[in-house]
């Protein structure tokens, strides 16, 4: 009432009001200062930037893989091919006999077989070789390849030529790593004989037995050498593709049953305040000097204004699908945490205590800090109680439901974290003043986490979102302090992962 | 964190210091902002301009007054500098230029009485509004103001008659201030007998 009162020193009412006035400047005002003041320290959020932008490369990458990986098996292919073509170093022609391959058809399995002939000159004798490819590609048995080759040796027999023949089976079981190969030679037989041959005795179908080459050809005493030292070399380079084949193969398995997941949690954070374990007397007492101990009611003196803010974490997963509904999972986490406090800041400081806890004898003790925030519920001003944290997010999820589009996982994890930044602002025990001081800042906590989402397939990304609940377990203040504040949060997880 | 400590802290670049040096006077200087700023938001660039400044001439600082006065007139000044480069502010201070500006009643906030008369100096057209701040709060005299400003002293004491005798009517309206006649009624209900 006093100061309604109509003064004539008009400028010293304006001046005083002005000055009682106060305002918290937003986050963003300390941040860009700090980016102005530490151009090489960028804030925080350069790593969040960081963050998503790695995200950006890895899905662009990984949107490229499948060229690569085609032009890779086609390059697999063509290796496979040029293993077939036994001594045609001297290829000038490759020509494609259609009909024949549309007659020789494996009736034991649609799969396609090819028949290919290849013009070699060698002597300036032709020397045209066939060869077969055959692979089960879909079937389980589609780690089995299987290469026929037929080799051509001309040789003059009284002024006229005559092809002799050998065939060299190659089987490849990419499941035991075992190489069989089967190596026969038929002579003076032509190819077109050896083709109609084939293709009468079996009823116009070419089988891939073992006994079929057996009975169509037979052992060439002049080219057995010849095929016997090839086929050393053709063991030790398919030996060596077995072995990377394998190894891709290994490599090709973990990677379909791991995904990369970035996401990011808008949420709603408050937290649980009580005394410490150890306090088993009251110092929240409306006492202007040191607090008596031993009165019970918590919650009567001073009451504290706190309300719930948005808090927010980001980071990315790898998941692993250890079998077809469970996925484990490690990652990298940023989390801010945050929740207001309505208080006053004061332009001075004011002497105030701190309930602290004695490691040695666990007793609470008092401890006279300096404060500038004032705790007032009727204030206009607002303070934040923020941390910065980084996590290490370790946990599983469990596939509720399967559909052909989307999935439903719920999970959790454990969240070993490091508090690297943040403003506790611990209530006084006499519960009249909040005390910031990044000291009183826990710097090693735990988190635990439950979430539920859904996780939606669009081609190769799946695309999640659902609720999620996080608690902190340890304290948010120094273990010293005796006042323990928990953080939780529920929020809403989005994010999207791709598998490697 | 003491005074001196900080000071030692922002002369070495040490940002503790400087955020320690920030929570502390950043809630009065974003409130200097907002009297001379149009909205929050162009007060708290005018506080982020201010505090680097305050930083990068920490050394200029020679400990003769108190610390928060010599940051309060770096802000202020950059207040000043930041409306000068805006050609509105220039046709603001105009005299006839705030003449035909009523304050609506709806206007006027009502909440807590510091920020109420604050809000209320905000009502103000803009050249009124920083004559009065340079004047009746900041502790300027109408030859700095001129010289502030680029205007004649005598221009910078009528605007600020205006300004004055427009903000009284606002918060007599408001019943923040009591009108001369009710005062002496007051003043003789409560008087001793």
Not at chain 1, 19 to 30: A, E, G, L, T, Y
Not at chain 2, 39 to 51: I, P, T
Request: glycine letters at 4%; hydrophobic letters at 35%; a positive charge.
């Amino acid at each position: 009432m006093e100061k309604r009162i109509y003064t004539n020193n008009f400028e010293r009412f304006i001046k005083e009001s002005a000055d009682d006035f106060k305002m918290i400047p937003s986050k963003r005002v300390w941040h860009s200062i700090y980016n102005d003041l530490h151009p090489s320290r960028k804030w925080p959020s350069v790593l969040m930037c960081l963050i998503l932008f790695t995200g950006v490369l890895f899905i662009g990458y990984e949107n490229t893989d499948p060229t690569t990986s085609l032009s890779s098996e086609k390059k697999t292919t063509q290796n496979n091919t040029i293993l077939a073509t036994l001594e045609n170093k001297n290829t000038q022609e490759v020509t494609s006999i259609n009909s024949s391959k549309e007659l020789i058809n494996n009736k034991n399995n649609n799969n396609p077989t090819t028949l290919s002939t290849s013009v070699a000159s060698s002597n300036k004798v032709s020397s045209p070789t066939y060869s077969r490819e055959e692979s089960n590609v879909n079937s389980k048995k589609a780690s089995i390849t299987s290469f026929y080759v037929v080799t051509t040796n001309p040789t003059q027999n009284s002024g006229a030529i005559t092809n002799k023949l050998s065939v060299t089976k190659a089987s490849i079981k990419q499941t035991d790593a075992s190489i069989t190969k089967i190596e026969a030679s038929s002579e003076n037989t032509t190819i077109d004989e050896f083709i109609t041959n084939e293709l009468k005795n079996n009823n116009g179908v070419v089988t891939t037995t073992k006994n079929m080459f057996q009975s169509v050809v037979t052992k060439s005493p002049q080219n057995e050498n010849k095929i016997r030292q090839q086929s050393k070399k053709d063991n030790l380079n398919l030996a060596v593709q077995e072995a990377s084949k394998q190894k891709n193969a290994k490599k090709k398995n973990w990677m379909k049953n791991a995904s990369m997941e970035f996401y990011a949690t808008p949420s709603i954070g408050y937290r649980t305040m009580s005394p410490g374990p150890q306090y088993d007397a009251n110092p929240f007492l409306a006492n202007t000097t040191i607090p008596t101990i031993g009165a019970t009611n918590f919650d009567a003196a001073n009451p504290m204004k706190h309300n719930a803010a948005l808090n927010i974490e980001t980071g990315f997963n790898i998941a692993y699908a250890t079998s077809k509904r469970v996925k484990l999972k490690a990652g990298l986490q940023l989390n801010l945490t945050n929740y207001g406090i309505t208080s006053n800041i004061t332009s001075h400081p004011s002497p105030t205590t701190l309930a602290t806890i004695n490691p040695t004898t666990q007793a609470v003790e008092y401890s006279s800090v300096a404060s500038y925030i004032a705790n007032n519920t009727n204030a206009i001003d607002k303070i934040h109680n923020t941390t910065y944290q980084l996590s290490i997010p370790l946990g599983g999820y469990y596939k509720v439901l399967d559909k052909a589009r989307f999935d439903l996982f719920v999970g959790g994890s454990v969240q070993p974290t490091y508090v690297f930044g943040g403003k506790p602002n611990v209530i006084s025990s006499d519960r009249k003043y909040y005390v910031n001081e990044s000291y009183l800042l826990r710097r090693f906590n735990m988190n635990t986490a439950a979430e539920a989402y859904i996780n939606y397939k669009v081609g190769d990304l799946n695309f999640l979102a659902g609720p999620q609940f996080r608690y902190q377990l340890f304290s948010t203040h120094n273990k010293n302090i005796a006042v323990s504040e928990k953080l939780y949060n529920i929020g809403f997880k989005v994010g999207v992962s791709k598998s490697f | 964190m003491t005074e001196e400590l900080m000071i030692a802290g922002c002369l070495k670049n040490n940002a503790s210091a400087q955020e320690a040096l920030y929570n502390r006077f950043s809630p009065r200087m974003l409130s200097v902002c907002y009297r001379f700023a149009k909205n929050r938001e162009d007060a708290e660039d005018m506080l982020q301009e201010g505090f680097v400044k305050v930083y990068t001439q920490m050394f200029q600082y020679r400990n003769e007054g108190s610390l928060e006065g010599w940051i309060r007139r770096i802000v202020v000044h950059t207040c000043i500098n930041v409306l000068k480069k805006n050609k509105k502010f220039s046709d603001s201070l105009d005299i006839a230029y705030a003449n035909g500006l009523h304050i609506r009643e709806d206007m006027i906030p009502s909440i807590m009485q510091a920020k109420q008369v604050v809000e209320c100096i905000r009502l103000l057209p803009l050249g009124y509004r920083t004559v009065l701040n340079l004047y009746a709060i900041e502790g300027f005299s109408h030859k700095e103001i001129g010289m502030l400003l680029d205007i004649e002293e005598s221009t910078s004491r009528s605007q600020y008659t205006r300004a004055k005798s427009m903000l009284e009517e606002i918060l007599i309206r408001k019943k923040i201030i009591l009108k001369p006649k009710e005062k002496i009624i007051y003043q003789a209900a409560v008087a001793p007998r």
